[in-house]
Structures are given as C-alpha cells and as structure tokens.
C-alpha cells in the first residue's frame, strides 16, 4: 500500500498513451524530469510521485493499491478487471475521469478476401489477441463459438502465417490493418485514456494534491475543446 504523503500515478513507459500522458501531466503544471531508464521519478514542484511502467500492469496496480491513481486506456483497464476478477485477485477501482485522448476501437479483422456475413460466418474460427477476455465476453454475448490464441504485439501478422484465421486487435487509423491485408468486421469495444483511482480513500493530504491535479485537469481538456 502506497504510505508516503506523496500521490503515486502509474503512466505507460512508453507506447500508445505515453506522450499523450505526459503532455497532459506537463500542461497541468507538473515540473517532470523522465528519464529514459529511471522507472520512479519525483515529481520537483509538486508532492508526486511518477512511477512508469507498462501498460497491462497499470490496472493491477491501482487495484493493489500500489500507486493511488493511474492513467491507462480503457481496453487494457477492462481486460485487467475480467482477468482479475477470473483469478480471485482485486478488481475495484473508481474511473475518475475519461480523458480526451487515447482514442480507439477493439475490433475484430479478417483477411481482405474473407467472406464476411455477418458474426456468425466468424463460428469455429480461431483469433489472435492481446484482449482473450474481452474476446470470450463478447462471444458469449453474441452466441458465437470462436478460439483465441494469445499475442502481446504484432497481432495483425497472425492471419499471413497461418497462425489464426482473423484478429481481435486496437484499431486508430486503420494504417496497420490495411498493410498487412485485413479488413475491420466487427467493433466490439470502443476505448479512450482514462483516469482511475483505488477505491480506498485517499488521506486528507493526498486528496488535496489529487483535487488540485483534478482541478488543473479539467482546464487543461475544456482548453483543448
Ligand atoms: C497498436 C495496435 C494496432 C495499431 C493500431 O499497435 O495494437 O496494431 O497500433 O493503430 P493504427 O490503426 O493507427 O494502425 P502498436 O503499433 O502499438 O504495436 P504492438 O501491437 O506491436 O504493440
Ligand atoms: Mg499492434
């Protein structure tokens, strides 16, 4: 559990969502000095502490109250809270705040020359995925009988090598999906940047900082609109 009286947010090291993050942490009046390899940084005008790390374990951590707030996107914070929730562990956590920034969608991508007809042509098919949970709930959802194997990156190569017949994968552009030949079937999750919090409360003085950090937040996203 996080003891100091300094607020701890976990950020993604690096990806996606990283300089996003960072330029909201910076407008917001955070004097940060990251360096490349140093993973725990004090923020120096303000009592934070900025711990970088990867993305997947940002919701862990929060949820353990190892840090008291992070910034993750919500594809990743949702196919954290399914898996924990699976393995017994923590899974609470409060979404503070959806930030204007990180948007994409979770969607599922098949070869240009597939027959596409509609979610049942996709029955006994197998996918490739970073996001197993957030697939299987959406199958069962829908009533369909599909297979994964798991790939944490470089998911849209699966189809080509013959290691799954489609993908369920984060889609922006689209740039990725039309390189290596696939086209967009289904949308099953639409994803932004998000502000989460341990449901535990904070003590008196780290909710000032946090209010103050809030505060600031909401200037910064209402002058950017
Ligand atoms: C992400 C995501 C998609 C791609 C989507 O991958 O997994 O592959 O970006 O963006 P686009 O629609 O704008 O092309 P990333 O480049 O982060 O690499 P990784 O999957 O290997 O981690
Ligand atoms: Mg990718």
Redesign the pocket.
Known sequence: MTSSKRLTIAMQKS??LSDDTQALLKRCGLKLNLQDRRLLAHVANMPIDIMRVRSSDIPGLVMDGVCDIGIVGDNTLEEAALERKLLGSNCEYIRTKGLNFGG?RLSLAMPEEFNYQGIESLNGLRFAT?YPQLLKRYAQENNIDIDFCLL?????VAPRVGLADGIC?????????E?NGLKEVEVIYRSTAALIQNPTPLSGEKQEIFDTLLQRMQGVMKAKE
Not at 152 to 156: A, D, L, M, P, Y
Not at 169 to 177: F, H, M, P, Q, R
């Open positions: 990806g996606r994409c970073t944490k990156g470089s998911v849209e994968d984060l889609v922006s552009t689209g740039a990725t999906l390189a």
